[in-house]
């Protein structure tokens, strides 16, 4: 399984993003799909997740009601739409696959994209 982020950009504070992550592989359908994290100098942190059918999803605090993950199981990819975008969302943004049927865990993703840069402007 091989994960391929991207989408990422410079946006103003207040702004959107929408950023993908294409899978390859004939599994996708049964990975759920997690996005996560990691701004300069801080730990790596959960973003959102959605279980294998797409039935189900999990955002982080923060981003609840500006963030919404999506999945088409049919293109094998995964979305992140990021909405009211804040300075402190300045990351770079990493899509991972899990076996588990849903899971907000970043050690139970098994495989991971590269990162992709969102840097938000004040």
């Known amino acids: 399984v091989q994960l391929q982020a991207y989408g990422g950009g410079l946006v103003q504070a207040g702004g959107y993003l929408r950023l993908s992550c294409a899978v390859s592989?004939?599994?996708?359908?049964?990975?759920?799909m997690g996005w996560f994290r990691q701004a300069p100098g801080k730990e790596r942190e959960f973003v959102a997740a959605?279980?294998?059918?797409?039935?189900?999803?999990y955002y982080a605090d923060s981003m609840k009601g500006r963030f919404t993950i999506s999945r088409d199981n049919a293109k094998n990819t995964v979305y992140l739409q990021m909405n009211s975008l804040k300075p402190e969302d300045t990351a770079s943004y990493y899509c991972a696959a899990s076996v588990a049927l849903s899971t907000v865990v970043s050690g139970d993703y098994k495989y991971w994209g590269q990162g992709t840069l969102v840097t938000v402007s004040s």
């Open positions: 592989g004939r599994t996708f359908s049964r990975h759920s």
């Open positions: 959605i279980s294998w059918s797409g039935g189900s999803t």
